[in-house]
């Protein structure tokens, strides 16, 4: 284990051996990953220098989260961007064996620690991932980032409406035209399967639950937009149209995606044997009441008329209005 640090410190083999890798790490990006996956095979265990400056784009607090799921993170304050490595105290670092990384300014940083470096990848041959570039065009550059990076910039659109009005159809849709996948409504396989009885608060409350941990499972997969069938606003709807009243335990679970889009019910019903409230009047009750809960809530909305045409057309408007707007890291 890390043979260059214990040749340079005559470590025995008994003695756990460890790394540093400092950096920016914002984002933190794929090459990273693999610079802290080779660094795993040299040391037993992997530290973080962070350099934070008050103009970084993403928060200390975030990047710490990231790199925490790999070992300890040491923050380091700097004052300029250009050399962070003038702003690292030696005297703070004097346990590692290794220092790793793609910038040749580590060299002489290892030296005055007595350690050991591991220069991986200087120029970028392996691996070509830029931060910067991935800040100034986050969609392109989607896949360079790992899951658990890329779901704090991802943006949510949200499809809601009365039934039969198109949900299911172009949220499955715009996923497959943008990268999917989409997430589907958790409600129409609960109903299909759930025993025949009235349904209750906590019934809807449980299956609000469901949908949002479906939602955060699928989002680990799904593309710069994820695309979603219903919510929680809309069981929150769906509990007044069923039982009478609102459950208060579903309207705490209410989130504001990106972009919600409202689908009128202006569209000709498709009977299936999963659906409830057929005639024109109880549609445009339900339309109604979301309309209500959207603005109880302070929600923002877009609408959408029309036949399917009219409905992709202003779909992808949305969704492309939604790429082109700035991508930010929270």
Not at 195 to 213: C, F, M, P, V
Request: charged residues 25%; aromatic residues 10%; proline residues 5%.
């Amino acid at each position: 284990m890390c043979n260059l640090a214990i040749a340079s410190k005559n470590k025995s083999k008994s003695e756990m051996t460890k790394a540093i890798i400092f950096g920016r790490f914002c984002p933190l990006h794929n090459a990273h990953l693999a610079l802290i996956n080779a660094s795993s095979k040299l040391c037993d265990h992997t530290e973080f220098g962070l350099f934070i400056h008050e103009s970084d784009p993403i928060s200390a607090d975030l990047r710490i989260k990231w790199l925490e799921r790999f070992g300890v993170v040491h923050k380091i304050h700097i004052n300029k961007t250009d050399n962070p490595y003038s702003d690292i105290e030696s005297s703070h670092f004097t346990s590692f064996d290794l220092v790793a990384g793609s910038n040749p300014e580590l060299i002489p940083i290892a030296k005055t620690l007595s350690a050991s470096h591991f220069l991986w990848d200087p120029a970028r041959e392996a691996m070509p991932i830029d931060s910067e570039q991935i800040l100034a065009d986050v969609p392109k550059h989607w896949n360079d980032l790992p899951d658990f990076v890329r779901i704090h910039a991802q943006k949510r659109m949200t499809f809601i409406g009365p039934e039969s009005v198109g949900k299911s159809f172009f949220a499955k849709h715009m996923a497959e035209k943008y990268g999917g996948p989409h997430v589907p409504e958790y409600g129409r396989p609960h109903e299909k399967y759930r025993d025949k009885i009235d349904y209750t608060g906590a019934e809807l409350a449980e299956l609000a639950q469901r949908h949002s941990a479906s939602r955060s499972a699928i989002s680990l997969n799904a593309g710069p937009v994820l695309f979603e069938d219903t919510d929680e606003l809309m069981t929150a709807v769906w509990s007044e149209m069923l039982i009478g009243n609102e459950t208060e335990a579903i309207e705490q679970q209410i989130t504001e995606p990106d972009r919600y889009v409202l689908y009128g019910a202006d569209t000709p019903w498709e009977n299936d044997t999963l659906r409830y409230f057929a005639k024109k009047e109880l549609r445009q009750a339900f339309f109604d009441r979301i309309e209500r809960k959207l603005n109880k809530h302070k929600l923002s909305y877009q609408t959408i008329i029309g036949d399917w045409q009219t409905r992709e057309a202003e779909s992808v408007a949305i969704a492309e209005e939604l790429l082109s707007e700035p991508f930010t890291f929270c």
